[in-house]
């Protein structure tokens, strides 16, 4: 099965009068929708945009894998186990939350930033927490989540490129930039596709341009 799920259909958050837009593609906070709480690992795909000086201030997260790809823009990040790095496009940042830990998210430059911001169940609960960040990821290798049973592809396609989509119980597509192809469906920045249960998928990138794609390949819920 593909579901496809179009970006103006997600969820409006943020604080735009403090230079915060949020888009959210799962039930988040006061939009909660029983019917859309996961799929596979993944609890949450926001799409976050700060203007410069905009930020999250210290707040608390256990028991999540919070992955974090930066589209445009620096994301500075701190928390309380010491860490503090600037993040920016092509960076591939995770946060384990484990136990408990808290942390500060802002732009602090002075371009718009854009990132992507996932979150996924760990398999067991509990634990210390842990930061990486992985400068200048490579399409082709996939960096693994192994605490949520998950890898992260990312995939950038010149015009009219092809890429195969993972075989696995669950793959979660989210476009960054440009228009893909996908069995049919015509997908746009924004969009997201949930496949289950569908081998030797390809996405054909649009003719036009050129594309960015984040792909997750999970073993399960």
Same mark, same amino acid.
Not at 77 to 91: F, I, L, Y
Not at 96 to 117: I, K, Y
Not at 143 to 149: I, S
Not at 183 to 200: K, M, V
């Given at each position: 099965?593909?579901?496809?799920?179009?970006?103006?259909?997600?969820?409006?958050?943020?604080?735009?009068?403090?230079?915060?837009?949020?888009?959210?593609?799962?039930?988040?906070?006061?939009?909660?929708?029983?019917?859309?709480?996961?799929?596979?690992?993944?609890?949450?795909?926001?799409?976050?945009?700060?203007?410069?000086?905009?930020? /999250?201030?210290?707040?608390?997260?256990?028991?999540?894998?919070? *992955?974090?790809?930066? *589209?445009?823009?620096?994301?500075?990040?701190?928390?309380?186990?010491?860490?503090?790095?600037?993040?920016?496009?092509?960076?591939?940042? #995770?946060?384990?939350?484990?136990?408990?830990?808290?942390?500060?998210?802002?732009?602090?430059?002075?371009? +718009? &930033?854009?990132?992507?911001?996932?979150?996924?169940? +760990?398999?067991? +609960?509990?634990?210390?927490?842990?930061?990486?960040?992985? #400068?200048?990821?490579?399409?082709?290798?996939?960096?693994? *989540?192994?605490?949520?049973?998950?890898? &992260? #592809?990312?995939?950038?396609?010149? +015009?009219?490129?092809?890429?195969?989509?993972?075989?696995?119980? /669950? *793959?979660?597509? #989210?476009?960054?930039?440009?228009?893909?192809?996908?069995?049919?469906?015509? &997908?746009?920045?924004?969009?997201?596709?949930?496949?289950?249960?569908?081998?030797?998928?390809?996405?054909?990138?649009?003719?036009?341009?050129?594309?960015?794609?984040?792909?997750?390949?999970?073993?399960?819920?």
């Amino acid at each position: 099965m593909i579901d496809v799920r179009r970006s103006g259909d997600r969820y409006r958050g943020g604080e735009p009068a403090a230079g915060i837009e949020s888009f959210h593609a799962f039930s988040f906070g006061p939009h909660f929708d029983p019917d859309n709480l996961r799929f596979g690992a993944i609890l949450a795909c926001n799409e976050e945009r700060l203007a410069p000086g905009a930020g /999250f201030d210290e707040h608390p997260h256990s028991h999540t894998e919070i *992955v974090t790809w930066v *589209v445009e823009g620096e994301l500075t990040h701190r928390d309380t186990t010491g860490h503090a790095s600037r993040v920016r496009p092509g960076d591939v940042q #995770h946060l384990s939350a484990a136990g408990g830990v808290r942390h500060v998210e802002r732009n602090d430059g002075t371009e +718009p &930033l854009t990132f992507v911001q996932m979150w996924l169940a +760990p398999l067991s +609960p509990g634990g210390d927490p842990s930061y990486e960040v992985v #400068h200048g990821i490579a399409d082709s290798t996939p960096y693994a *989540v192994p605490e949520a049973g998950a890898l &992260l #592809h990312i995939r950038r396609l010149d +015009p009219s490129e092809r890429t195969a989509l993972p075989d696995a119980p /669950f *793959v979660y597509v #989210h476009v960054v930039r440009g228009e893909v192809t996908l069995a049919g469906n015509q &997908l746009a920045p924004g969009d997201a596709a949930r496949i289950t249960g569908e081998p030797d998928l390809e996405a054909i990138a649009s003719p036009e341009g050129a594309v960015e794609l984040l792909v997750w390949e999970m073993a399960g819920a």
